[in-house]
Protein backbone atom coordinates (compact mmCIF):
# COMPACT_ATOMS: atom_id res chain seq x y z
CA UNK A 1 0.00 0.00 0.00
CA UNK A 2 1.33 3.33 -0.95
CA UNK A 3 2.45 5.39 2.09
CA UNK A 4 0.60 8.26 2.88
CA UNK A 5 1.84 11.62 2.42
CA UNK A 6 1.01 13.80 5.38
CA UNK A 7 1.06 16.93 4.62
CA UNK A 8 -0.63 16.27 0.90
CA UNK A 9 -3.44 14.64 2.34
CA UNK A 10 -4.09 17.64 4.58
CA UNK A 11 -4.16 20.07 2.18
CA UNK A 12 -6.81 17.83 -0.24
CA UNK A 13 -8.86 17.53 3.00
CA UNK A 14 -8.93 21.01 3.59
CA UNK A 15 -9.84 21.64 -0.01
CA UNK A 16 -12.65 19.86 0.08
CA UNK A 17 -13.69 21.47 3.36
CA UNK A 18 -13.38 25.00 1.89
CA UNK A 19 -15.31 23.95 -1.17
CA UNK A 20 -18.19 22.05 0.65
CA UNK A 21 -18.76 24.69 3.00
CA UNK A 22 -18.38 27.90 -0.08
CA UNK A 23 -20.64 25.75 -2.01
CA UNK A 24 -23.04 25.41 0.66
CA UNK A 25 -23.45 29.26 0.92
CA UNK A 26 -22.62 28.51 4.73
CA UNK A 27 -19.17 30.15 6.38
CA UNK A 28 -18.77 28.19 9.52
CA UNK A 29 -18.96 24.80 10.84
CA UNK A 30 -20.17 23.27 14.07
CA UNK A 31 -18.43 19.91 15.60
CA UNK A 32 -18.75 17.76 18.59
CA UNK A 33 -15.64 17.56 20.49
CA UNK A 34 -15.07 14.56 22.24
CA UNK A 35 -11.93 14.79 23.48
CA UNK A 36 -10.94 12.48 21.26
CA UNK A 37 -8.15 11.93 18.19
CA UNK A 38 -10.62 12.06 15.60
CA UNK A 39 -12.78 14.90 16.59
CA UNK A 40 -9.73 16.52 17.34
CA UNK A 41 -8.23 16.21 14.01
CA UNK A 42 -11.43 16.79 12.20
CA UNK A 43 -11.70 20.19 13.88
CA UNK A 44 -8.29 20.63 13.97
CA UNK A 45 -8.43 20.48 9.74
CA UNK A 46 -11.53 22.80 9.86
CA UNK A 47 -9.45 25.35 11.48
CA UNK A 48 -6.60 25.39 8.77
CA UNK A 49 -9.37 25.66 6.36
CA UNK A 50 -11.56 28.12 7.05
CA UNK A 51 -10.19 29.65 10.35
CA UNK A 52 -10.66 29.30 13.82
CA UNK A 53 -13.70 31.37 13.96
CA UNK A 54 -15.53 29.51 11.78
CA UNK A 55 -15.27 26.86 13.59
CA UNK A 56 -17.87 26.13 16.97
CA UNK A 57 -16.87 23.03 18.88
CA UNK A 58 -19.45 21.82 21.18
CA UNK A 59 -18.55 19.26 24.37
CA UNK A 60 -21.73 17.45 25.26
CA UNK A 61 -20.91 15.30 28.04
CA UNK A 62 -23.20 12.48 29.95
CA UNK A 63 -22.87 11.81 33.53
CA UNK A 64 -20.40 8.32 32.16
CA UNK A 65 -18.45 11.01 30.64
CA UNK A 66 -14.92 10.69 31.77
CA UNK A 67 -13.49 13.77 33.49
CA UNK A 68 -10.26 14.37 31.81
CA UNK A 69 -11.82 14.51 27.86
CA UNK A 70 -13.10 18.29 28.95
CA UNK A 71 -9.48 18.96 30.25
CA UNK A 72 -8.77 17.78 26.84
CA UNK A 73 -10.86 19.74 24.59
CA UNK A 74 -10.15 22.81 26.39
CA UNK A 75 -6.30 22.39 25.50
CA UNK A 76 -7.24 21.51 22.18
CA UNK A 77 -9.47 24.68 21.70
CA UNK A 78 -6.71 26.73 23.38
CA UNK A 79 -4.09 25.63 21.23
CA UNK A 80 -5.97 26.06 18.07
CA UNK A 81 -7.92 29.25 19.12
CA UNK A 82 -11.36 27.27 18.72
CA UNK A 83 -14.52 28.93 20.23
CA UNK A 84 -16.41 26.07 22.07
CA UNK A 85 -19.29 25.11 24.80
CA UNK A 86 -20.33 22.43 27.11
CA UNK A 87 -23.68 21.15 26.59
CA UNK A 88 -24.68 17.85 29.13
CA UNK A 89 -27.18 16.27 27.56
CA UNK A 90 -27.89 13.95 30.86
CA UNK A 91 -31.13 16.00 31.50
CA UNK A 92 -32.36 15.06 28.24
CA UNK A 93 -31.37 11.38 28.58
CA UNK A 94 -33.54 11.90 31.92
CA UNK A 95 -36.43 12.43 30.00
CA UNK A 96 -36.32 9.51 27.56
CA UNK A 97 -36.93 7.04 30.75
CA UNK A 98 -40.22 8.80 30.61
CA UNK A 99 -41.17 7.09 27.55
CA UNK A 100 -43.28 3.89 27.59
CA UNK A 101 -41.03 0.61 27.70
CA UNK A 102 -37.72 2.48 28.34
CA UNK A 103 -35.58 -0.27 29.35
CA UNK A 104 -31.83 0.39 29.56
CA UNK A 105 -28.54 -1.31 28.05
CA UNK A 106 -24.91 -0.05 27.26
CA UNK A 107 -26.34 -0.73 23.44
CA UNK A 108 -29.54 1.65 23.68
CA UNK A 109 -28.42 3.90 25.87
CA UNK A 110 -24.81 4.29 23.71
CA UNK A 111 -27.21 4.71 20.41
CA UNK A 112 -29.40 7.24 22.26
CA UNK A 113 -26.84 9.25 23.38
CA UNK A 114 -25.21 9.32 19.88
CA UNK A 115 -28.32 10.76 18.53
CA UNK A 116 -29.16 12.87 21.19
CA UNK A 117 -25.67 14.39 20.62
CA UNK A 118 -26.17 14.53 16.19
CA UNK A 119 -29.34 16.21 16.94
CA UNK A 120 -28.05 19.03 19.07
CA UNK A 121 -25.49 19.32 17.19
CA UNK A 122 -27.96 20.15 13.85
CA UNK A 123 -29.63 22.54 16.20
CA UNK A 124 -26.78 24.77 16.70
CA UNK A 125 -25.58 24.45 12.91
CA UNK A 126 -29.15 25.62 11.98
CA UNK A 127 -29.04 28.50 14.20
CA UNK A 128 -25.70 29.56 13.02
CA UNK A 129 -26.45 28.78 9.49
CA UNK A 130 -22.90 26.34 9.58
CA UNK A 131 -22.99 22.94 8.40
CA UNK A 132 -22.37 19.95 10.58
CA UNK A 133 -18.94 18.01 10.54
CA UNK A 134 -18.41 14.04 10.99
CA UNK A 135 -15.45 12.43 13.11
CA UNK A 136 -15.71 8.79 11.68
CA UNK A 137 -12.99 7.64 10.42
CA UNK A 138 -12.61 4.99 7.29
CA UNK A 139 -12.09 1.49 9.93
CA UNK A 140 -15.08 1.96 12.20
CA UNK A 141 -16.99 3.16 9.21
CA UNK A 142 -16.26 -0.21 7.32
CA UNK A 143 -17.00 -2.22 10.47
CA UNK A 144 -20.05 -0.16 11.35
CA UNK A 145 -19.09 1.45 14.61
CA UNK A 146 -21.40 3.90 14.51
CA UNK A 147 -24.83 5.17 15.02
CA UNK A 148 -26.80 5.86 12.51
CA UNK A 149 -28.12 9.05 12.80
CA UNK A 150 -25.79 9.43 15.08
CA UNK A 151 -22.25 9.90 15.09
CA UNK A 152 -22.86 8.57 11.12
CA UNK A 153 -24.72 11.41 10.21
CA UNK A 154 -22.88 14.74 9.21
CA UNK A 155 -22.69 17.44 6.06
CA UNK A 156 -19.23 16.60 5.92
CA UNK A 157 -16.71 14.02 6.46
CA UNK A 158 -13.36 14.57 6.52
CA UNK A 159 -11.78 11.61 7.57
CA UNK A 160 -14.05 8.96 6.26
CA UNK A 161 -11.48 7.41 3.79
CA UNK A 162 -9.02 7.65 6.35
CA UNK A 163 -7.85 4.73 8.27
CA UNK A 164 -7.28 4.81 12.13
CA UNK A 165 -3.68 4.58 11.71
CA UNK A 166 -3.57 7.14 9.00
CA UNK A 167 -5.92 9.26 11.17
CA UNK A 168 -3.04 9.32 14.34
CA UNK A 169 -0.59 10.18 11.41
CA UNK A 170 -2.45 13.06 10.54
CA UNK A 171 -2.58 14.14 14.49
CA UNK A 172 1.31 14.26 14.58
CA UNK A 173 1.30 16.26 11.10
CA UNK A 174 -1.49 18.71 12.88
CA UNK A 175 0.08 19.20 16.02
CA UNK A 176 -2.74 17.64 17.93
CA UNK A 177 -1.67 17.92 21.59
CA UNK A 178 -0.27 14.67 22.96
CA UNK A 179 -2.07 13.26 25.80
CA UNK A 180 -4.90 13.23 23.24
CA UNK A 181 -2.94 11.47 21.03
CA UNK A 182 -2.32 8.78 23.44
CA UNK A 183 -5.25 8.12 25.12
CA UNK A 184 -6.99 5.00 24.59
CA UNK A 185 -9.86 5.54 22.20
CA UNK A 186 -13.14 5.56 23.87
CA UNK A 187 -16.57 6.41 22.76
CA UNK A 188 -17.30 6.75 26.72
CA UNK A 189 -20.79 5.03 26.85
CA UNK A 190 -20.01 3.80 30.03
CA UNK A 191 -17.37 4.16 32.79
CA UNK A 192 -14.02 2.10 31.89
CA UNK A 193 -15.60 1.57 27.95
CA UNK A 194 -12.64 0.71 25.51
CA UNK A 195 -13.55 0.87 21.59
CA UNK A 196 -10.93 -2.31 21.00
CA UNK A 197 -12.26 -4.05 23.77
CA UNK A 198 -15.98 -3.18 22.11
CA UNK A 199 -15.00 -4.17 18.73
CA UNK A 200 -12.72 -7.17 19.89
CA UNK A 201 -9.71 -6.24 18.10
CA UNK A 202 -6.99 -3.65 18.34
CA UNK A 203 -6.60 -0.99 15.81
CA UNK A 204 -3.53 -2.22 14.30
CA UNK A 205 -5.37 -5.67 13.49
CA UNK A 206 -8.36 -4.35 12.27
CA UNK A 207 -6.15 -1.91 9.60
CA UNK A 208 -3.95 -4.78 8.77
CA UNK A 209 -7.27 -6.77 8.22
CA UNK A 210 -8.96 -4.21 6.09
CA UNK A 211 -5.97 -3.57 4.25
CA UNK A 212 -5.49 -7.45 3.68
CA UNK A 213 -9.25 -7.38 2.65
CA UNK A 214 -9.40 -4.73 -0.08
CA UNK A 215 -6.07 -5.39 -1.69
CA UNK A 216 -7.06 -9.31 -2.20
CA UNK A 217 -10.90 -8.25 -3.58
CA UNK A 218 -12.30 -9.11 -0.21
CA UNK A 219 -11.43 -12.69 0.31
CA UNK A 220 -9.96 -13.32 3.97
CA UNK A 221 -6.59 -15.19 4.46
CA UNK A 222 -6.52 -15.90 7.62
CA UNK A 223 -9.06 -16.46 10.50
CA UNK A 224 -8.85 -12.72 11.59
CA UNK A 225 -9.79 -11.58 8.14
CA UNK A 226 -12.64 -13.79 7.82
CA UNK A 227 -14.36 -12.52 11.49
CA UNK A 228 -13.46 -8.24 10.13
CA UNK A 229 -15.09 -9.65 6.92
CA UNK A 230 -18.50 -10.77 8.81
CA UNK A 231 -18.14 -7.67 10.78
CA UNK A 232 -17.94 -5.53 7.74
CA UNK A 233 -20.61 -7.63 5.71
CA UNK A 234 -23.24 -7.00 8.84
CA UNK A 235 -22.74 -3.52 8.47
CA UNK A 236 -23.19 -2.89 5.54
CA UNK A 237 -26.77 -1.38 5.60
CA UNK A 238 -25.21 1.51 7.37
CA UNK A 239 -22.91 2.56 4.87
CA UNK A 240 -26.26 1.89 2.27
CA UNK A 241 -29.07 4.33 1.44
CA UNK A 242 -32.54 3.30 2.88
CA UNK A 243 -34.08 0.71 0.05
CA UNK A 244 -36.94 2.50 -1.90
CA UNK A 245 -38.91 2.43 -5.30
CA UNK A 246 -38.48 5.86 -6.17
CA UNK A 247 -37.78 6.39 -9.62
CA UNK A 248 -36.64 9.66 -10.91
Known sequence: MKELCTGCECEKIEQMIRHTVWSSGREKVVIGLSGGIDSAVSAVLCVRAIGAENVLGYFLPSCVTPSNDIDDVSALCERFGIEYLVVPISGILKEFEKIPGYSESPYLKGNLMARIRMTTLYYYANRNQALVCGTSNKSEYLLGYCTKHGDEAADIQPLLHLYKKDVYRIAEEVN???????????????????????IG???DEIDSALISLESNDWKPQNETEKEILIKVKSASHKRSSPPNLLKE
Open 201 to 203: YSY
Open 176 to 198: VPEDIINKSPSAGLYPGQSDENE
